[in-house]
């Protein structure tokens, strides 16, 4: 099984996505389930509706899941396996104050050194355990050898046991850790992949100890992708907006077209230009480039026009707020003006609203009134020959005031090709 664990905590992140659909490839690929596992055991965090949220971008990237979880119900399994540990003497109580391990924190820093837990509670024997009544966190023990991985993605790699240290794995109120929660989750939903962001390779080996101290002898592989940078070189963080997956939606990127973008950026396909279904047939984690890819809007832009117009027409009239073929057909057209569905919806909205011309007003009002009265002529030329012989206007005094009063705009595409997909709306466009 493979699985996407994401923290109601927040907007999705790109780099979020870009897990799921990776993850959801693999899993369809292998013919194995998919889990989505929503991470919610850090109260204090989580936001109200948004795991919700997240479920329903998932959904809009054609991501379907075969089974749905949230961590905090097995809440009882964490405590249970951690107290298991204790007994097992592979864990042990940390009376420790927060205040006692800031104070060696800063005394490490001082002294340039990397902070470490010291052990002062790993060797306390049970009476004083029993008989300490301070609050108490639960420290799993480091391990007494490296422990060593092959990510899919990084190749071989090796952690010392200062590396991975006495961490903790049950806070004061007891509620696991993320680490500690993750590995025990991966356990029971028999995971045998977890594709991630490398920004949890330090994470594996502690989550690899806890199998270990568990006694759980399934190998789990590993998948660490590199990190996406904004435009300036750095990591993308919350202040990007194009971070959020909910602001590409809001401005107008279709979801195949941020896909497209997210499995191409920093891999090797075999064409540019593809759906979800398409990369199934081909993906191969072995083509991740180790190093780390760089977020192009402008690139983004490109790959929306191209999945705007491979967009079926009245699906696409429907996206923009418009609900017949033809306006969909109009929409394609506008790809040369508008990289977005809400670039490009602003450019239809303005053919079918009140306009004013102000470089020839006369002009406007007299071919409104007449175009007002028009016969249907299916062809443009016949329209404009007509306009021509009922105005008596000529270059720029006829085609500015036309180009103004059947697309709002003082430029854009040529109205001949406009025309055969506003013609039978020239009712509800002249006004």
Not at 61 to 74: H, P
Not at 241 to 249: E, G, H, M, N, R
Not at 329 to 344: D, F, P, Q, V
Request: glycine share 4%; proline share 4%; hydrophobic share 35%.
């Amino acid at each position: 099984m493979y699985r996407f664990a994401p923290s109601p905590t927040g907007d999705m992140h790109i780099g979020n996505l870009r897990v799921a659909l990776f993850n959801y490839i693999c899993a369809r690929q292998a013919k194995e389930p998919y889990l989505v596992r929503i991470e919610d055991t850090d109260k204090a965090r989580n936001i109200e509706g948004k795991d919700r949220e997240i479920l329903e971008i998932l959904s809009a990237f054609g991501i379907a899941w075969d089974q749905l979880a949230y961590q905090s119900e097995n809440l009882k399994f964490h405590r249970q396996l951690a107290t298991k540990l204790l007994m097992e003497k592979k864990a042990f109580a940390c009376f420790c104050t927060p205040e006692t391990l800031e104070t060696k924190r800063e005394a490490a820093k001082a002294a340039k050194t990397a902070y470490r837990y010291d052990g002062t509670c790993r060797y306390l024997s049970d009476e004083e355990v029993l008989n300490n009544e301070s609050p108490f966190v639960v420290r799993i023990k480091k391990p007494a050898e490296d422990i060593c991985f092959t990510d899919l993605i990084k190749g071989e790699l090796r952690f010392a046991p200062d590396d991975i240290d006495d961490f903790v794995i049950m806070r004061v109120d007891k509620t696991p850790t993320y680490n500690f929660a993750c590995a025990v989750d991966d356990m029971m939903y028999d995971i045998s992949t977890v594709i991630r962001g490398e920004d949890h390779v330090s994470n594996t080996p502690k989550q690899i100890l806890i199998h270990r101290y568990l006694g759980y002898d399934r190998e789990i592989r590993y998948a660490h992708l590199p990190i996406i940078l904004n435009e300036t070189g750095k990591k993308m963080s919350k202040r990007d907006d194009a971070s959020s997956v909910k602001w590409l939606l809001e401005e107008g990127f279709l979801p195949s077209a941020i896909t497209n973008y997210l499995i191409l950026i920093g891999n090797k396909t075999p064409v540019e230009i593809f759906t979800l279904e398409e990369a199934i047939s081909w993906f191969d984690l072995k083509n991740i480039s180790k190093a780390p890819a760089k977020f192009d809007i402008d690139k983004l832009r490109q790959l929306n026009r191209e999945h705007i117009r491979m967009t079926e027409s009245r699906l696409l009239s429907t996206l923009i707020g418009y609900s017949s073929e033809e306006i969909g057909e109009l929409a394609k057209l506008y790809t040369e003006e508008g990289s977005t569905l809400k670039e490009i919806k602003a450019k239809i909205d303005k053919i079918f609203a009140d306009k004013r011309c102000d470089d020839f007003p006369e002009e406007f009002e007299k071919l409104k009134n007449i175009a007002k009265n028009a016969p249907y002529f299916k062809e443009f030329n016949d329209f404009k020959s007509y306009l021509t012989k009922e105005s008596g206007l000529k270059g720029k005094a006829l085609f500015k005031p036309l180009r103004v009063l059947l697309t709002g705009a003082q430029g854009g595409p040529n109205l001949s090709d406009l025309y055969p997909y506003i013609r039978n709306y020239l009712g509800e466009i002249i006004k």
